[in-house]
């Protein structure tokens, strides 16, 4: 999307102030035109991350975080038994909760407790993600959300949709000078709105009786940048 904004300036004006972003530009003789472009690029994702957790059930709290804990310790096990380094494996929520019996027109009956424990999983090797998911399954896993597909060190890219979203912002203001019959003279100044290198998130169903091992495609993903840039024509 286009924004275009042109406005006399005039000679003896005071400076208005501009956003703390904004570099402000010299008084000028010529027109001023701003226009705000977005440059694209795409990518392969290379990384993933998922969220994977236990969830165990016991009459008494103290068995129910044994239960838990041993389970536990089989996934992050077979985590470590996969390559995966221990930076990119976090814990990410442990929670205790009583369970209730609940009837009309009684109070409620304590049943038991249910234990969680969730971690924080990076992939590093998206190929190969898939069948580790379905040996964490085999190993006691029984709460996995995710994926979510991104790009592990996005900077080179951005830079390169900084690149188009200036050449664009450039290109409009040649349209629009060769319109007014004008000419670009010189540019006043460069805001950036904002650079996203958005996850990809991605609903995944696990069946632990599943013949088929679980498949991650990781697609494409866009990365984007918007610009806001101030010309001087003449």
Do not use: C, H, W
């Amino acid at each position: 999307m286009i924004r275009v904004l042109i406005a006399a300036l005039a000679l003896t004006a005071a400076a208005a102030p501009v956003a703390a972003q904004t570099v402000p530009a010299p008084a000028g003789s010529g027109t001023r035109l701003e226009v705000a472009a977005t440059g694209e690029v795409t990518r392969v994702p290379d990384i993933v991350r998922i969220n994977a957790g236990v969830v165990t059930q016991a009459p008494t709290a103290v068995e129910a975080i044994r239960q838990n804990g041993a389970r536990m310790e089989r996934v992050r096990a077979a985590l470590r038994r996969a390559g995966v380094a221990e930076r990119d494996i976090q814990t990410s929520a442990i929670s205790l909760q009583p369970d209730y019996r609940y009837q009309e027109n009684r109070p409620p009956v304590l049943t038991g407790y249910r234990a969680s424990n969730e971690v924080n999983v990076r992939f590093r090797d998206i190929a190969g993600s898939g069948p580790i998911l379905d040996a964490l399954v085999a190993e006691g896993a029984n709460q996995i959300n995710g994926p979510n597909l991104g790009i592990d060190r996005p900077e080179a890219a951005l830079d390169e949709a900084r690149t188009r979203a200036l050449a664009n912002a450039r290109a409009r203001a040649e349209l629009y000078a060769r319109t007014l019959e004008m000419r670009v003279k010189r540019i006043l100044y460069v805001s950036e709105a904002g650079a996203m290198p958005p996850p990809m998130p991605m609903e995944m169903r696990m069946n632990a009786q599943a013949a088929d091992a679980t498949r991650i495609v990781p697609g494409e993903q866009v990365l984007s940048v918007t610009l806001t840039v101030g010309f001087e024509l003449e």
